[in-house]
């Protein structure tokens, strides 16, 4: 299986800016509608509804409702990853690491029903589609690899491969924790003071680490 090909999601319409803004009303209105019923109990008459046109017109863009949730998963990685590239990967700096962090946690809570949606509805894509749309989260994981490989290149942290997989992949996950228990994390904490409280933790941690080497 070939993990890093598109899906290809065959319209009738020619005209690319059209499928394109008609697609996006269809991903705004599927966010809504996976979030409030899941992807399984949502028809894809209601879909084709709240993007405010006729189920014959949705399926001039799409052919099935899995379409649908493959465009919506495929489209939220591409808009974290996009609001990612703010990041400073490249500086090389504690301070870096802390504020590409920050950055990542503001996107995610800026995007939380898109996050919860994804996390929901993710296990629903084809065969042939999840590898696709998981190999762009390990990608974005490689932003953080990148920002803490460049740290122990400018001599600011000590650490193996082993450890650098871990904590890029635990960054990302906190952040993603943010989306989906904010329910409950919201009772107790503002996203500024989840931001300090995480990267107090992820930073505890890894001085820990650098005292045992």
Not at 20 to 47: C, P
């Amino acid at each position: 299986m070939v993990v890093n090909k598109k899906r290809t999601v065959h319209a009738s319409v020619k005209d690319e800016r059209l499928v394109k803004m008609r697609r996006n009303q269809m991903i705004r209105g599927a966010v809504a509608l996976f979030k409030q019923k899941g992807f399984h109990r949502t028809t894809t008459r209601e879909i084709a509804q709240a993007a405010g046109f006729s189920i014959g017109t949705l399926y001039e863009y799409i052919r099935t409702k899995e379409d649908v949730l493959y465009l919506v998963c495929d489209s939220i990685y591409d808009q974290v990853r996009e609001r990612l590239q703010g990041m400073d990967v490249d500086k090389g700096t504690l301070e870096s690491l802390k504020l590409g962090i920050a950055h990542y946690f503001k996107i995610m809570d800026e995007m939380q029903d898109e996050v919860l949606v994804m996390y929901q509805e993710a296990k629903s894509l084809s065969k042939d589609a999840l590898p696709y749309v998981l190999k762009k989260e390990l990608e974005m994981v490689g932003m953080f690899e990148t920002i803490i490989r460049r740290c122990i290149d400018n001599g600011e942290l000590v650490m193996d491969d082993e450890h650098i997989d871990l904590l890029s992949h635990n960054i990302f996950v906190q952040g993603q924790m943010w989306g989906f228990r904010r329910w409950a994390l919201a009772k107790n904490y503002t996203i500024d003071d989840y931001i300090k409280v995480q990267t107090d933790l992820l930073f505890t941690g890894i001085e820990q680490y650098q005292t045992q080497l």
